[in-house]
């Protein structure tokens, strides 16, 4: 005992200062990335707009830099800040649906899974094992590149978010089917299930009502962390050039269009996304880290 | 003769058994050449319980009592055998019809912490029964009747608003006997509801229980290993032994005059020195592997009374007078 | 024994079985493959030809077992973008990619490890502390960012290393190696460290709390009772023990450094299968994904398959309880 209050104690509290300063920085970047439209100079979407006579502008303590644009601007002329702002909308907006995604259809299954067993718990395991066995950015490429083929190429800029969506939700849902199938092991054989069954309570109803609220501590702990994941593949799969369109870019994108300038010295346009998105994803990381120990007394 | 139960028999079980695959996985059996291996947790158990009586089964952990309760109320299917409910065989019934003989049966948990959903609201565990059966309408009719099974139950109505983390392991199996009354029962079943509390507190819920069959003329089917409890609440008991019935009796007889081994080895090990006045007959030895249960009378390797004919061939449950026992010994009246 | 034996190849068969079948699908249900094929100026009996001498209208199971049959025999078909054998193109850039995981994983192990047992030793030196940050930013910063930081500054701002292609390779009878040369080596350097750096991280934090776990034992601490050096203490009893889960990681993550050399690949342009891949999901060449997947398939299972068989020889605790759920 205390050796606990001699040295975890303070690791707590040194930790729990780092979870708050994560908390503020993820934070403010989601809060600035929402209100994007309100707080952005201009409107990097808006193509009319756009004069390509203010393109490759460096950032304003450089030489021929400008003030209008604070952090300069990419090759179509585009205001670099806007566009961060706009793409980490895209961005976080991306992770968080295809999180929201992953954890429905995991949930769902999982639930199924354990509380069904037997054959149909074989076969959504086994599937699960083999999916797991693949890194989730492979199977994002994959579900990306089925759904392109089976879309008609005109309407794919269009639909490009809803298959991203798609991929990285599809690709992630594996860690939460395992997660809840294992509480609803433990759960079912609970006496309180046991009641709820003799006065027959349908199955569907136990799991969401009775299983379900037992099961989502871990879960969103999983989430937590899973949002910066899903950030991470959907800038990856636009970096790759299978994201989101350059007409309306995330921070994938505009990392891939800034690498292609990265040669004739505008690093700008790829350093400034960039930071960003490392920042944001290590805010959030933190953030998961610390929700995972500090519901968990086990791990310290 | 073993009891052919009268029809006039509230809850009657026929011979009712439940086997449990307990198998190595496929593969495994097939290359190694094992067999299918059966858990026979209930094997054969024939009983009946009158209405308004309480009939107790005794017997160490692992010897099927509990499959026993389940299989009465439902929530296992017998392997073979039946039960009826008031004439009625549940798992024969048509679903609306077996929703109404729910209804009428209701079951008491051994663990108070596992038994209480912990992110519901008391009012909502207790509440569940009577939305899932319809027999309050409305969030003020819902809530009186929450109410009023809290208040029977020895609780506060305001209780209903906490969460079960803030119950003590008696106030919990309170709330958990509030909920097996809310669809007004006629039949309770009671699986251990008093071993995992302390001893001051098993004879409040013990006389709760007592009390509410007197008011509500519920029946009662209390599975017990604590024999103190199951004499204080039961009018007749019934002794298992590794998923068969060995001996019924009233519990007047059955504590005064034990007649088979078993039980007698049951009564010794209560610290009672007043009890009986009967030497102790020591009976040594574990419960055997139930996967593997010795042949004959599954009991003979720790009987002091065992022969040649007990290792081979199963006693039938016989009258002796008031009581039933399963014991070639005391046919033989070697005892 | 035999029968954990059997279980875990009739899985291992199974999971292949399954990965077929989903590149089968693709093949013959994302797109049309005589389409893919053929010209516009293909008249309609040519094509339903075509589509005869393929097979195409054979029922779904005849085409699923003549699929496997040939992948059986590395023929996966041909691609539609590049008009040539799918094993063909698949088998020149293996060389690269495979050059380049080798190089990854043997980075990840020599720099990983010193730095866990370091940091594992000397928790509260300032080193471990930036050791320990370090290696949270490489699990944090995505790839590709890690791979335009390393060209923005060796190759753009200090121009020493080359920023893209493998550099001069050597033939050895079909096997092009970019080992043999100094330009070759030298654009080796940066693609190596960015595909390694998370396997690094997860070693080096891996061999640290194994460390820290096995140093509170008691066989330690009766070592060093022993007066055993703290030299021999650390490396010959408590290194030696954390070596098995390192190991097992390592070989696990193999396949995962295959699948990230993709976007290693796209960032450095490194001539390997990765981003042949990557170029046929943009362009939907179904042949190429779908020999891709297999291929990734059946290095994980192998992978997987080597790496269970040896822990079963390896730890006598697991042959008792493992492997009940299937």
Partial sequence: MRGWRDSDLWYFFTRSRIAVAAAAVAGTMVLAAFLAPVIAPYDPFDLASLDLLDAHIPPFWLEDGEARFPIGTDDQGRDLLSAILYGARISIGVGIASVLLSLFVGVGLGLVSGYAGGRIDAFIMRVADIQLSFPAILIALLVNGVLRGILPSERQDDLAIYVLVLSIGISGWVQYARTVRGSTLVEKNKEYVQAARLIGISSARIMLRHILPNAMGPVLVIATIHVAVAIITEATLSFLGIGVPPTEPSLGTLIRIGNDFLFSGEWWVTIFPGATLAVLVLSVNLLGDWLRDALNPKLR | MPSIPSSADFVIAEAVARHFDVSKPWLARAIERSPRVFLKAVDGVSFSVAKGETLALVGESGCGKSTVARLVVGLYRPTSGRVLFDGMDMAALPAAERARCRRRMQMIFQDPYASLNPRWRVRDIVAEPLRAFGLAKGRAEIGERVGALLSQVGLSPADGEKYPHEFSGGQRQRISIARALSSNPEFLVCDEPTSALDVSVQAQILNLMRDLQEELGLTYLFISHNLAAVRHISDRVGVMYLGRIVETADSGTLFSAPRHPYTRMLLDAIPDIAMSGRERETTGGEVPNPLDPPSGCHFHPRCPFADARCRAETPALKRYGAAETACHAVEEGRL | ?326
């Fill in chain 3, 1 to 326: 024994m035999i029968a954990f034996i059997l279980r875990r190849l009739m899985q291992s068969v199974v999971v292949i079985l399954f990965v077929a079948l989903i590149a089968f699908s693709m093949f013959r249900f994302v797109g049309d493959p005589v389409h893919q094929m053929v010209g516009i100026e293909t008249t309609l009996e040519q094509r339903a030809a075509l589509r005869e001498r393929l097979g195409l209208n054979d029922p779904f199971h005849v085409q699923f077992a003549r699929y496997i049959a040939k992948a059986a025999q590395l023929d996966f078909g041909i691609s539609y973008q590049h008009k040539k054998p799918v094993t063909e193109l698949l088998g020149a850039r293996f060389p690269a990619t495979f050059e380049l995981a080798m190089v990854s994983a043997l980075f990840a192990l020599a720099v990983g490890v010193p730095m866990g047992v370091f940091t594992g030793l000397y928790r509260e030196s300032w080193l471990s502390k930036v050791f320990m940050a370090v290696s949270l930013a490489g699990i944090s910063l995505p790839t590709f960012l890690i791979g335009i930081l390393l060209i923005f500054v060796f190759s753009v701002t200090l121009g020493v290393m080359p920023s893209f292609g493998r550099g001069e390779t050597v033939d050895l009878g079909g096997w092009t190696t970019g080992l043999l040369t100094a330009s070759g080596l030298q654009a080796l350097v940066m693609p190596a460290i960015t595909l390694g750096l998370f396997q690094m991280t997860l070693i080096m934090r891996l061999v640290r709390s194994e460390m820290l776990e096995v140093l509170r034992t008691d066989y330690i601490k009766f070592a060093r009772a022993r007066g055993l050096s703290n030299r021999a203490v650390h490396f010959g009893h408590a290194l030696k023990n954390t070596l098995v889960p390192v190991i097992t990681i390592t070989g696990l993550q193999l396949g995962g450094i295959i699948a990230f050399a993709i976007i290693t690949e796209t960032v450095f342009q490194w001539p390997g299968m990765g981003l042949l891949f990557l170029q046929s999901i943009q362009t939907v060449d179904i042949p190429i994904m779908a020999a891709y997947l297999m291929l990734i398939a059946f290095l994980f299972v192998a992978i997987n398959l080597a790496v269970d068989l040896l822990y079963y020889v390896v730890d006598p605790r697991l042959r008792l309880d493992r492997g009940a759920a299937w």
